[in-house]
């Protein structure tokens, strides 16, 4: 199996800033997309931002300017750098990725359980 911890969620100030962590692990024989989604209460999942593996980046439009996603491959991890957060960024925060377990594997998709960001206005 492949699992996702994230990290980093928490309380802060309309304004603020905070940085999301995202480990991957298991039986990974190669990562290829990982990205980050929300849900803000009584709304779907919606995507958040998006790296492939050759640092191409993909943001909602929401975010743009605001939030940048990176990662480092050698570590199987993804980060989510938030500036200026807004209250309608309050929501539940997870963790995506595309990963194949085997040479021969098909890609399948994995999520994290989520991490709580509230932005208090």
């Known amino acids: 199996q492949v699992q996702l911890v994230e990290s980093g969620g928490g309380l802060v100030q309309a304004g603020g800033s905070l940085n999301l962590s995202c480990v991957a692990s298991?039986?990974?024989?190669?990562?290829?997309?990982m990205g980050w989604y929300r849900r803000a209460p009584g709304k779907q999942r919606d995507l958040v931002a998006l790296?492939?593996?050759?640092?191409?980046?993909h943001y909602a439009d929401s975010v743009k300017g605001r939030f940048t996603i990176s990662r480092d491959n050698a570590k199987n991890t993804a980060y989510l750098q938030m500036n200026s957060l807004k209250p309608e960024d309050t929501a539940v925060y997870y963790c995506?990725?595309?990963?194949?377990?085997?040479?021969?594997?098909?890609?399948?998709?994995?999520w994290g359980q989520g991490t709580q960001v509230t932005v208090s206005s």
């Open positions: 790296i492939t593996r050759a640092d191409i980046r």
């Open positions: 995506y990725c595309a990963a194949r377990r085997s040479f021969l594997g098909t890609v399948s998709d994995y």
């Open positions: 298991g039986s990974i024989f190669s990562l290829s997309d």
